[in-house]
């Protein structure tokens, strides 16, 4: 400081500089899919999509890296980031885990005798050999799976089917879904609103229209997966 007639004096002072900045996250939703062992993992790469800090990002963790069969479908997971200075912050993102591995068939030859009627029959367990599958078998079928005179003799080929837990799931939710929505579209059409049925209101239509386009895209994604 120098006052009016030049005389001048400086005293030292501290300016303590603080960063409360928290990280900026940025994620991106990912898919993986299963391995052999029915098992999925992911990195904090594979959910960040440019995460940033000015002062840098000293660390970045995800809270679910790795999966398994019970999995299967969308997953939410959290992205954190912690700067140099201590901040966090974090953002969700969806992995979605996808079986695509198929069973494991194996079976075995056997020996089937006819009944006095002259027919015979097998189940899917007479042929399975111990069939596998990582994420567990949701159903056996072999077909053809009855026989009569006219076998006899013959090499007879049948033809063992395993259908996992995935797929055998996907079936059954897909079943309880469509059950709900004729149910839901055979209420609408019988209930009446302002002397109207409301299956005839825009509202419900829409409603109706994107379940119906959500069952369908589950049923092919079944189709795919079985």
Not at 38 to 56: F, K, R
Request: charged share 15%; proline share 1%.
């Amino acid at each position: 400081v120098v006052d009016v007639n030049g005389n001048s004096s400086s005293a030292n002072a501290t300016v303590t500089v603080l960063d409360t900045v928290k990280p900026v996250v940025i994620t991106k939703n990912t898919t993986i899919y299963l391995d052999a062992s029915g098992s999925a993992s992911i990195t904090v790469d594979s959910v960040d999509n440019g995460s940033a800090d000015a002062c840098g990002i000293a660390t970045r963790r995800v809270s679910k890296s790795t999966f398994d069969c019970t999995n299967v479908g969308a997953n939410t997971v959290s992205l954190k980031a912690i700067d140099v200075n201590g901040n966090s912050s974090s953002s969700n993102a969806t992995v979605t885990v996808v079986d695509t591995v198929k069973p494991v068939v194996t079976t075995q030859n056997i020996t089937v005798y006819l009944d006095a009627s002259g027919n015979a029959s097998i189940t899917a367990a007479d042929v399975n050999n111990g069939s596998t599958d990582s994420c567990g078998i949701f159903s056996l079928d072999v077909t053809p799976n009855t026989f009569n005179c006219s076998n006899v003799g013959a090499v007879n080929t049948v033809t063992l089917k395993a259908i996992d837990n995935t797929a055998g799931t996907l079936k059954y939710t897909l079943g309880l879904a469509q059950g709900a929505y004729e149910a839901a579209l055979h209420y609408a059409q019988e209930r009446r609103a302002f002397g109207a049925s409301i299956s005839t209101f825009q509202a419900i239509q829409w409603k109706l229209a994107d379940n119906a386009m959500r069952i369908e895209a589950a049923r092919l994604l079944t189709y795919r997966a079985a």
